[in-house]
C-alpha cells in the first residue's frame, strides 16, 4: 500500500504540481525540461535555446519594445496582437483607408507598408555576467552608492564585452539583482505592415470584454521584418529584402484538447512574486484601491460625454481604453488576492521560513529581514500611497490632462534651471512637437469635469500633511472654474503662445498662468514632501528584497526551482489547456468557437458589430480546412501558462514546437498572477491559430500569405 502510495505521488505529483513560473531559455535543461516532458513535451530543451545551432528562441522576438511576436515563415513573416500593432495600423489609417476599421491585407509584397519607428529585437545569446557586474560592488556600505556603481558596471561592460557591430549588449538583472544576464541582440528596424483584422474581428468585445473570458476576439495582426542584402538589421531602404530567420514556427491546424501540453515563449514586463506580505497587504488595501477610485471618476466622467458626443467618443477612444485596461486589471487583482488567499499564503510561507532561518543558523545574515520589511513597509505606506496620487493625477498622463501638461512645463523649467538655455530650446522643441499630439486628444471641457472629481478625491484622500498650500480648504467646481477659464494649457494655441520666446520669457509667462502654478505648487510640494523619504525608504527596501530573494534560494530546497521576477527578458512558460471555475457553480470550458461570436453579436454596436463577410461565411458553414472534428471554427482557448503584460503576441506551441496559438490577454479572476500565482483560477488566454489562418484565408482572401506557411495537418511522426 505504502509503495503504491509512493507510487502515485512520483507519478501524479510532477504533473500535477506545476506551480506558474516564467524560465529562463537558457537555463531550462537543469531546472525544467523533467517536468517539461512529464507535461508532454516531445521537443528537448536545446531545441527551445541553444547557444550553437538555431532553436525556438530564434523565432521570437520582442515587438517594439513593449509585446511579443513570432516568425511564421522563411520570409520574414510575422505575426503579433492586434493590440500590438494598433499604433501602427492606427497611424497608416486615414479617413479614406480606414484600416482599422475595414483591415488591411497586403495580396503582394509591394504593396506591404513600411511603419516609421516600429522595430522588433531577436536575441542572438544570453550569457550570465553577474561577476562582472558586481566587481567591486560587495565592499562598498551605502545602498545608494553600491547601485551607483552596478550601473557604472554595466554601462561599461554592455560597451566593451564582444558583439558585431550591428549588434547590442543588454544587460538585464534577476532574482533582484542576484544575478545579471548579457543578452546580445539586434534590433530590425525595417517592420511593414502585412494584414491586419478589422476592429471589428481584431479588437471584438473590445472594453467590455478585455480580461474576460469566454472570449471571442480575434486579436492576430501580421507584419514582414527586412534586412539589407547580408541579412542584417537595417533602416528602411526599397532595396532591403525580407529577413530569413534562423528559425520560424510550423503552424499546427491539427487541433487541442483539454490537458494539452502548451508553451508560451515572450517577454513578459513585471511581476513581483516575492514580495514580503506586508507589501501584498499594502497593494491590497491601501495602493492598488487608490488606483481604482481616480480612475472610477476619470472613466465615469470620460464615458458620459463618449456617450452623448460622437466626435468626443473617438477623440477619447485611446485613452479610455489605456485607463480602463489596467483599472479593470486591477479590480481583478484585488478579488483575486482576497479568494486565493494570497495573504494567508504569503504569511505562512514567512512562518516556514523563520523556522528555516534558525535550523540553518543564520539568524544573523537573515533574522532580522521579516522585521525590517514590517517596520518598513509600515514607514513607507502613507509616502508610497502619496506618490500614486501623484502618478495618477499628474505624473503620468492617464486620467487629467491640464496637471499633466503644467507638469511638463516645471519639467522644463527645471531643465533651464539645472543644464541652461540650449538644453531648454532643445526639450521645448521636442515638447511643443509633443504636445500636437496630446492637444489632439484633449477637450477642456471634458477635462475640466475630470479635474474637478480628481482634485477632490487628491484633498481628500491622499495623505494630507504633503499637500501644497494651494490646495488647502478648496472648494473644487470654484477652482475648476477659476483654473480652467484662466489659464492658456487649455488649448495648443495656448500653449504655443507660452512656449514663444526665449527661455527667460517663456518661464516669465509661464510663471503668471493660473494652471502652470496650480501643477508647479503641486508639484513642488511632492518633489520636497514625498520624493526624497519614499525614495530613501524605498532603497531599504530594495535592498531588504534583494537579501530576501537570496535567502529564499539558499533556503529552499532544489526541487523548489525558483524563477525570477520579468523583467522583459525572453521567458518559457508552460502548462496544459484547463477550463477553471472562477465561482461556485460556475466552470468555464477551455475553448471558444465562432458560434460564440454569433451570440455575442449585436449589429452596429462599437463592440460587438461582425463584419458582413464573417456572418456569411458562418451561414454558409465556408471553414475551409480550419474547422474541428465537429465542423466547428475554434476562436480562442485558455491554458494555465503563466504570463503578463508583455506577453501579447507571444507564440502558444504544442508539443512539438508548432503554433497553435497566439496569446493575447488573462482571465480577470486571475490576474493577480504578477503578485501571486494561483493554478486554480489563473490562465492565459491565446487566439487558435486556426482562427488566424480562417481569417487570413477565407475572410480576406490572401492566400498569398498561406501559401508562405508550412501547415501541419498531421501529427508529426518525429522519430526520437
Ligand atoms: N488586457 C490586455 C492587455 O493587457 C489587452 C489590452 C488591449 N485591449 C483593450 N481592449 N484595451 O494588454
Ligand atoms: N494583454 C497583455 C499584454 O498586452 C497580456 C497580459 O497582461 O496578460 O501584454
Redesign the pocket.
Given at each position: 500500500m505504502k509503495f503504491l502510495r509512493l507510487l502515485l505521488i512520483l507519478f501524479v505529483l510532477p504533473t500535477f504540481a506545476q506551480q506558474g513560473g516564467m524560465w529562463i531559455p537558457s537555463l531550462l535543461k537543469g531546472m525544467n525540461e523533467t517536468e517539461m516532458k512529464n507535461l508532454g513535451m516531445k521537443i528537448t530543451a536545446e531545441d527551445i535555446y541553444s547557444a550553437n545551432k538555431s532553436s525556438l528562441k530564434d523565432a521570437v522576438p520582442q515587438f517594439n519594445g513593449g509585446?511579443t511576436a513570432e516568425m511564421i515563415s522563411s520570409k520574414g513573416l510575422l505575426l503579433t496582437?492586434h493590440?500590438?500593432g494598433f499604433d501602427a495600423i492606427q497611424n497608416q489609417s486615414s479617413l479614406e483607408h480606414d484600416y482599422l476599421t475595414n483591415g488591411f491585407w497586403a495580396y503582394k509584397m509591394d504593396e506591404e507598408l513600411p511603419n516609421k519607428d516600429l522595430y522588433v529585437t531577436f536575441i542572438v545569446r544570453i550569457e550570465d555576467v553577474t561577476t562582472k557586474v558586481l566587481e567591486g560592488v560587495a565592499s562598498i556600505a551605502s545602498e545608494a552608492e553600491k547601485q551607483k556603481k552596478i550601473q557604472e558596471n554595466i554601462a561599461t561592460l554592455s560597451k566593451t564585452l564582444p558583439k558585431e557591430s550591428w549588434q547590442e549588449n543588454q544587460i538585464r538583472t534577476f532574482y533582484d539583482g542576484n544575478q545579471y544576464l548579457l543578452f546580445v541582440v539586434e534590433n530590425f528596424k525595417d517592420v511593414r505592415l502585412v494584414g491586419a483584422p478589422p476592429s471589428s474581428i481584431g479588437k471584438f468585445g473590445s472594453d467590455t470584454d478585455n480580461w474576460v473570458w469566454p472570449r471571442h476576439t480575434g486579436d492576430f495582426s501580421l507584419f514582414r521584418v527586412y534586412a539589407d542584402k547580408n541579412g542584417r538589421p537595417a533602416e528602411y531602404s526599397k532595396d532591403n529584402i525580407p529577413y530569413t530567420p534562423k528559425h520560424f514556427f510550423p503552424i499546427s491546424i491539427k487541433g487541442i484538447q483539454e490537458n494539452d501540453f502548451t508553451m508560451v515563449m515572450g517577454y513578459p514586463?513585471r511581476t513581483q512574486e516575492y514580495l514580503p506580505s506586508y507589501a501584498v497587504d499594502q497593494i491590497m488595501t491601501t495602493i492598488d484601491p487608490a488606483r481604482i477610485e481616480i480612475r472610477n471618476h476619470a472613466l465615469k466622467v470620460q464615458d458620459g460625454f463618449m456617450r452623448k458626443d460622437n466626435a468626443i467618443k473617438i477623440q477619447y477612444a485611446a485613452k479610455y481604453a489605456s485607463t480602463a485596461n489596467y483599472w479593470k486589471?486591477w479590480i481583478g487583482e484585488v478579488k483575486g488576492l482576497k479568494k486565493s488567499n494570497a495573504l494567508g499564503a504569503k504569511q505562512k510561507f514567512e512562518k516556514e521560513f523563520t523556522d528555516k532561518i534558525a535550523k540553518a543558523g543564520k539568524q544573523a545574515e537573515y533574522g532580522n529581514l521579516l522585521a525590517d520589511f514590517k517596520t518598513n513597509y509600515e514607514a513607507i505606506t502613507p509616502y508610497a500611497l502619496a506618490r500614486e496620487y501623484a502618478t495618477e493625477i499628474f505624473l503620468r498622463n492617464s486620467n487629467m490632462d491640464l496637471l499633466n501638461f503644467g507638469y511638463k512645463l516645471y519639467q522644463l523649467e527645471q531643465v533651464y534651471n539645472t543644464k541652461g538655455e540650449q538644453a531648454f530650446n532643445d526639450r521645448k522643441t521636442n515638447l511643443v512637437n509633443a504636445f500636437e499630439g496630446f492637444y489632439k486628444e484633449f477637450n477642456p471641457t471634458v477635462d475640466k469635469a475630470i479635474f474637478e472629481q480628481v482634485i477632490n478625491l487628491y484633498v481628500t484622500k491622499s495623505p494630507k500633511q504633503f499637500l501644497p498650500n494651494s490646495l488647502n480648504n478648496i472648494n473644487s467646481s470654484e477652482l475648476a472654474s477659476d483654473i480652467y477659464k484662466n489659464t492658456k494649457l487649455t488649448s495648443y494655441e495656448g500653449l504655443k503662445e507660452l512656449m514663444n520666446g526665449d527661455a527667460k520669457s517663456v518661464i516669465e509667462k509661464i510663471n503668471q498662468d493660473k494652471g502652470y502654478i496650480l501643477a508647479k505648487s503641486i508639484a513642488e510640494a511632492y518633489e520636497k514632501n514625498v520624493l526624497p523619504k519614499f525614495n530613501e525608504l524605498n532603497l531599504k527596501n530594495i535592498a531588504s528584497q534583494r537579501t530576501y530573494m537570496k535567502a529564499i534560494m539558499e533556503l529552499s530546497p532544489k526541487s523548489a526551482r525558483i524563477f525570477p521576477d520579468a523583467n522583459s527578458t525572453l521567458r518559457v512558460t508552460y502548462g496544459k489547456v484547463k477550463g477553471y471555475k472562477p465561482s461556485d457553480a460556475v466552470t468555464y470550458s477551455s475553448m471558444t468557437y465562432l458560434d460564440g461570436v454569433m451570440e455575442k453579436y449585436v449589429p452596429g454596436d462599437y463592440e460587438f458589430d461582425v463584419p458582413k463577410k464573417l456572418i456569411e461565411l458562418y451561414n454558409n458553414k465556408d471553414y475551409g480546412q480550419y474547422a474541428d472534428k465537429n465542423g466547428k471554427v475554434p476562436v480562442a482557448f485558455i491554458a494555465t501558462n503563466h504570463?503578463?503584460?508583455?506577453?501579447?503576441g507571444s507564440p502558444a506551441l504544442d508539443a512539438n514546437g508548432n503554433l497553435i496559438g497566439c496569446?493575447?490577454?488573462?482571465v480577470w479572476e486571475g490576474t493577480m498572477s504578477d503578485i501571486y500565482y494561483s493554478p486554480e483560477i489563473c490562465r492565459?488566454i491565446m487566439v487558435d491559430a486556426r482562427y488566424i489562418l480562417f481569417i487570413i484565408d477565407k475572410y480576406a482572401g490572401a492566400k498569398n500569405i498561406i501559401d508562405e506557411l508550412k501547415i501541419v495537418k498531421q501529427t508529426p511522426t518525429k522519430k526520437k
Open positions: 509585446c496582437n493590440h500590438c514586463g486589471k504570463t503578463t503584460g508583455g506577453n501579447s496569446n493575447f490577454d488573462r492565459n
